[in-house]
């Protein structure tokens, strides 16, 4: 029997979402204002402050004394500033990011000598594997997955409501997670109300005219069975999730409700509805509070009952992310190059924030049934009801391209100031914690003259071939870890010479070291076999590297059934006026052209074939114009076989499908850097640089899988270019004009995540250019199996990522560490 409602006043800090970001802003910081004033003018009243960026942006722009009112407050725990800087996807955010994102706020209370110990993520169905582990570094233990309603299952998740969620590295945090009725189906919910707003809906939209005469803001739906001419009383509301819970056999006396909405002000009333509703004795005692007072008590009183579960909340929001793929292309260019620049002491706040920004869960203002609007108007999607639409989606662009362009100019400061040589060389430099063999780019300028010798400090050439436009691509071997090796150039006295164009008849078998590439005449890749002549892939309905469009008919046009009812009506479009012919043949690799058209879509594929590497790259150029057709857009991996077991690699942790956990999403995946598959046969790693969203098994986007353990249908991966979707907030109709790239390794060996580490490390580590970089290594000895991180300040973090115990001795900037790791462990080294 519940005996005790905590009510935790706040506001979700939706940046961008109600309205443009600049605008929100301002408006979370007046509402902070009318939080001091109400918690001033009564000690009952509470009030908590979700994000702690709107704390750090209130001490930066307010006056004295009102910077001062707010510490006071915080500091005698009226009110309390969330641990979670931003309202971010976990799953898209890196190592670096993410940490930031919970050490910023934690900092920012011991600079000022106020508690952060709670965390909050609102909206968001989900969470990154290692988030516990991350917490726990920042000191902190408490979550509230404070969950929406729309297009996330976990809210009707079997799951406990309380419960400790242990990470595999050995992090342990305590989650609320009331959630809606898990009796119903989410998608057929009489109550689908957002879970960081409960206590609007059962507390304060009947409660506060009923029991004050005012009227509480926001959205007020009617409950089940209520109509406008016969409203519930407030009593009769609250018992309706209080049946609820008793039906789920909740097994405390205490109950937690979020009573908060979209960039919401404060209610100037919420003390004295509290105090009304106490007084009447026919409720359960309410106390408006703050969170850590509520988790504090739970576990003073419940701590050895409490269930502790391991395994994986995947976000299915990460769709919202796909929908965006040039802004996230550049995203994670961002970040990977960021990541090695910070390692070598260039830090830059302004980028991280932009990161960080990029990261954040909302991309745009609400737009709900716009496809109506759209139908409605004579200039269609060019409409000027959209206009603000377009300028808020910009602004999320924007976040990625200035993060991007920063990275340009963080590492040129970086180079400046490290040694130096006094002659120029071709720098090849490695962005990876372990040596690395692999291949780079080199771009020697427009008016360059040709290159006609490159060789290594032993004076071994260097492999290459030449693409076009003084472009090379260039075979670096054993270049050091997060270090430098100089190749010595010789030029000729002409300049860029066209090489000789290959033969573009496409042979009919392309035989390299490792494998025969059996092409159509049309480009079409239709088989890989090994030595033995046994087959890769499978020519079941998808071709390997086919780039098509599934439409999906019935997704709704706003947010009817929670957006979670399974879309059944869905086409293929395939690609139509195919045309194939051999672009490129040298001494590295062969490249395979295709072009058709998808629709409206022009698009182009190049299978770039390395001769002595097991490994097919995919450069896949899609020009599409803006379309309101809810599409997606895929690349197609069908490798041969059934019951393979498949991999995704998170911002840290390597998942398996098998740790997924009631609630997680199903249907599609984001991977950091790559994805795997493991046959008794044969390992497929799939390196995804630029688009990293995958589905296994089938096509799954807008299913809505429930049901565990999930058992792909086939050892099929299709990679998500993009989509367009979303009904709300995510750009639903922008054009496309963009390259995608993937690299694909083929290896008999099993699957480990040192081979990963390898496949990724040689198809995107390292970097060529002109330059004076001295030769240099950061680290040494670093095992495969040992992946490196960096914090915001660029300390060491290294991390396990086998099962299995592991002791490295390293060299780390001449320093040398010995640290000995549990199995998945996450550590500082020091």
């Known amino acids: 029997m519940i005996k005790k409602i905590h009510l935790i006043h706040h506001t979700h800090f939706d940046i961008g979402f109600t309205d443009l970001a600049e605008e929100v802003i301002s408006q979370q910081l007046h509402a902070l204002d009318q939080g001091i004033r109400y918690c001033e003018a009564d000690p009952e009243y509470h009030w908590t402050i979700e994000s702690g960026s709107l704390v750090r942006n209130y001490l930066k722009c307010r006056p004295q004394n009102m910077r001062e009112r707010l510490l006071k407050l915080l500091r005698n725990g009226q009110m309390e500033a969330g641990a979670f800087d931003m309202q971010m996807l976990t799953e898209t955010a890196s190592f670096a990011e993410l940490l930031a994102n919970v050490a910023r706020p934690v900092e920012l209370g011991k600079k000022y000598g106020f508690p952060v110990k709670c965390a909050i993520l609102d909206d968001i169905g989900g969470f990154a594997g290692e988030l516990p582990r991350l917490m726990n570094e920042a000191g902190l233990r408490y979550l509230i997955a404070g969950t929406g309603a729309f297009q996330t299952e976990l ?58 005469g005012c009227s509480d803001m926001g959205i007020k739906p009617l409950m089940h069975g209520e109509n406008p001419e016969k409203r519930f009383r407030a009593k009769e509301v609250l018992q309706i999730l209080l049946d609820r819970l008793q039906q789920e056999n909740y097994p405390y006396e205490e109950i937690m409700l979020q009573y908060g909405g979209d ?152 180079e400046s100031s490290a040694a130096q040589c006094e002659t120029e060389a071709i720098v090849i430099r490695n962005h990876a914690e372990h040596e690395t063999s692999g291949t780079t780019e080199l771009y020697l300028g427009s008016y360059a003259p040709q290159l006609i010798s490159l060789k290594n400090c032993s004076g071994k050439e260097i492999p290459r071939q030449y693409i076009g436009l003084n472009r090379w691509m260039l075979y670096a071997e054993n270049v050091p870890a997060w270090g430098i090796r100089r190749c010595t150039p010789v030029f000729s006295d002409r300049y860029d010479v066209p090489p000789t164009p290959p033969d573009e008849k496409i042979p009919a078998a392309l035989i390299t070291s490792y494998f025969t590439f059996e092409f159509a005449d049309d480009g079409t890749l239709y088989n890989i076999h090994d030595k033995n002549g046994k087959s890769y892939c499978v020519n079941s309905g998808f071709t390997m590297g086919e780039v098509f469009c599934e439409v999906l008919h019935d997704s709704g046009t706003a947010g009817e059934n929670c957006g979670l009812k399974p879309s059944k009506q869905r086409s293929l479009m395939r690609m139509e006026g195919k045309h194939g012919r051999t672009e490129a043949d040298g001494e590295l690799f062969c490249t395979i052209l295709q072009s058709g058209r998808i629709g409206n879509a022009a698009v182009e ?165 002109p330059g004076f970089a001295a030769e240099s290594c950061m680290i040494s000895n670093l095992p495969g199996q040992i992946r490196a991180h960096s914090d915001e300040n660029g300390t060491l973090y290294l991390e396990n990522t086998s099962g299995e115990e592991y002791t490295c001795h390293i060299l780390f900037c001449g320093k040398k560490l010995s640290l000995t790791l549990a199995p998945f462990e996450i550590r500082k080294a020091e």
């Not at 109550?191 to 409960?198: E, I, R």
Request: charged content about 20%; hydrophobic content about 35%.
């Open 263 to 414: 960039n919401r002000a404060p209610s100037p009333h919420a003390a004295e509805l509290v105090r009304r509703i106490n007084a009447t004795g026919d409720f359960p005692e309410i106390i408006l509070t703050t969170p850590c007072h509520f988790f504090h008590q739970m576990e003073q009183k419940y701590a050895s009952v409490i269930p502790e579960i391991q395994g994986l909340l995947t976000d299915p929001w990460n769709l919202r992310m796909n929908a965006i793929p040039s802004s996230l292309k550049q995203y994670r260019s961002a970040q990977r190059r960021y990541d090695s620049q910070r390692i070598r002491n260039g830090k830059n706040e302004v980028l991280l924030e932009n990161l960080m920004l990029m990261a954040d869960h909302t991309f745009g203002l609400n737009h709900w049934g716009w496809q109506k609007l759209a139908e409605n108007s004579p200039d269609g999607l060019q409409a000027s009801c959209f206009d603000r639409c377009r300028t808020s989606w910009a602004c999320k662009a924007a976040y990625a391209e200035s993060a991007n362009r920063m990275t340009h100019d963080l590492e040129l400061h970086t």
């Open 155 to 212: 809210p009707w998740a079997d799951l406990p409501h309380l419960f400790y969620l242990k990470s595999k590295s050995g992090g342990r945090i305590l989650v609320w997670n009331i959630g809606n009725d898990r009796s119903e189906n989410s998608c057929e919910s009489n109550y689908p109300f957002p879970v960081y707003g409960l206590g609007s809906h059962f507390i304060a939209y009947h409660g506060m005219p009923e029991f004050t």
């Open 605 to 769: 594929i190049r299978f770039r074939v390395w001769k002595q590497l097991p490994r097919i790259d995919f450069s896949i150029r899609i020009n599409k114009p803006e379309s309101p057709l809810k599409s997606c857009f895929y690349t197609a991996f069908p490798f041969t076989g059934k019951k393979g077991k498949f991999y995704f690699d998170q911002n840290c942790g390597t998942a398996t499908l098998s740790e997924l956990l009631p609630g997680a999403m199903q249907d599609l995946f984001y991977c950091s850097r790559y994805t795997a598959l493991e046959t008794n046969r044969f390992s497929a790693i799939l390196c995804c640089p630029d688009a990293p969203v995958i589905e296994f098994g089938g096509l799954h986007t807008a299913q809505w899988k429930k049901s565990l353990p999930l058992e792909p249908e086939s050892n099929f991966i299709f990679a998500m270019l993009f989509n367009n979707i979303c009904n709300t907030d995510a750009p639903a109709w922008f054009p496309v004009l963009d390259t995608f790239e993937y690299s694909l390794f083929l290896l008999p060996e099993k699957f480990s995540t040192a081979l990963a580490h390898q496949a990724w490390e040689n198809a995107t580590a390292l970097t060529s250019k």
